[in-house]
């Protein structure tokens, strides 16, 4: 999954980053209300975590107008403001979701994993693929009664793969949204995690589940 965070103050910036990428986010940093909008034109995100407090444009008019420009991507407000009208504005601009600093970075994960839920009753909490089990809410992975260990970015693949099981997923899917704009295109970092993935998931076993089309992507399903 990929999410934008546009926050003008760096610490806060870098706080948020670290954290959503330990927790297998893939994001993406800007600073003020224009960035933002040239950002969610040019990629998909899954989620906005938007400030209200910004230069250029302040977060208000940056959701209005991604509202406007027909974008559905849900958008949570982060702002210090806790007065009801400043969450009506908020709400009444086409936000999905309204968080008051300071909060705990527990919370904020809590209402990015709602906001992803809600945002389709196609994702679910748990995916199984054969003897494979994926829990979203939990980031852990089973292979029949094993627990299999994954980093964070490994994590974030096969959950991506996961959420479109059966289905081929092209190089420039996964690069789009298990990574950000620091991915070198050019370089063989899919295929070197898609082979630890292999290794972990599939390994020795009868039935395997992570397969290549040569030249055109990848895909999550059961073949003996």
Excluded at 13 to 24: C, P
Excluded at 152 to 181: C, F, M, N, P, T
Aim: hydrophobic share 40%; charged share 30%; glycine share 6%.
């Amino acid at each position: 999954m990929r999410i934008l965070v546009v926050e003008d103050e760096p610490r806060m910036a870098n706080v948020l980053a670290k954290g959503l990428r330990e927790h297998s986010y893939a994001v993406d940093v800007v600073e003020d209300g224009d960035a933002a909008l040239y950002q969610t034109a040019v990629n998909d995100y899954d989620v906005v975590v938007l400030d209200v407090l910004l230069p250029q444009r302040n977060g208000f008019d940056v959701c209005s107008e991604l509202r406007r420009r027909g974008v559905t991507t849900p958008i949570l407000m982060l702002t210090a403001r806790a007065a009801v009208e400043d969450r009506l504005t908020g709400f009444n601009a086409g936000a999905d979701d309204y968080l008051t600093k300071p909060f705990s970075f527990r919370e904020l994960l809590a209402r990015i994993h709602a906001l992803l839920r809600r945002d389709s009753h196609l994702r679910p909490d748990v995916f199984e693929i054969h003897d494979l089990t994926v829990d979203s809410g939990s980031h852990r992975v089973f292979r029949g009664a094993l627990e299999v260990q994954l980093t964070a970015k490994e994590y974030a693949l096969l959950e991506y793969l996961a959420r479109r099981k059966g289905q081929l997923v092209s190089r420039a899917e996964i690069a789009a949204h298990v990574w950000d704009d620091s991915f070198d295109p050019f370089s063989n970092t899919i295929e070197v995690y898609m082979n630890r993935l292999r290794k972990k998931i599939d390994g020795d076993r009868p039935t395997k589940l992570l397969h290549t089309r040569r030249g055109e992507g990848y895909i999550l399903e059961p073949r003996n």
